[in-house]
């Protein structure tokens, strides 16, 4: 956009770009107003956001996994099992089919254990991740038997 709104105002260029949109749906010809390098760039960067999204409720649902299959018995083990339920829920709530093939488990899965370790000071248990993506997104996953299985 010329006038650079897009740098100044996302939200405002946002807006404008909705309502361009609409017009052009509409039938309206409108093609020289609309930004069609940020528009493609922000439709891109709305969907690996959306992905990012949904990592980071899996990676930190694995990080209390590993602390409740490390410490079950912990006081905070409450709070642990409700942060995973929460995060896994959020995790299935945000999940698209497309993400499948994307999502790297075992990637998510190292990164938990090295916040373990980074916290704990701890060597993590092996590398490879013991869930499947459908049982973390389950809306009945059972998380004592995760936990279990992450300790």
Known sequence: ?????????????????????RRLANGERVNAAIDW????????????SELRACESLLRQAMVHLLKL???????????????????????AARFTPAMRRRLDLDALWRRALRQIAAETGSTPPAASCPFALDELLAEDSDIAALARRAG
């Open 1 to 21: 956009m010329p006038d650079g709104l897009y740098e100044r105002d996302i939200l405002g260029w946002a807006e404008e770009q909705a309502a361009l949109l």
């Open 37 to 48: 390098p940020h528009v493609i760039e922000e439709v891109q960067d709305l969907g690996l």
């Open 69 to 91: 299959g490390a410490a079950p018995d912990d006081p905070a083990a409450t709070h642990w099992r409700g942060e995973t339920a929460a995060f896994l829920a959020d995790a």
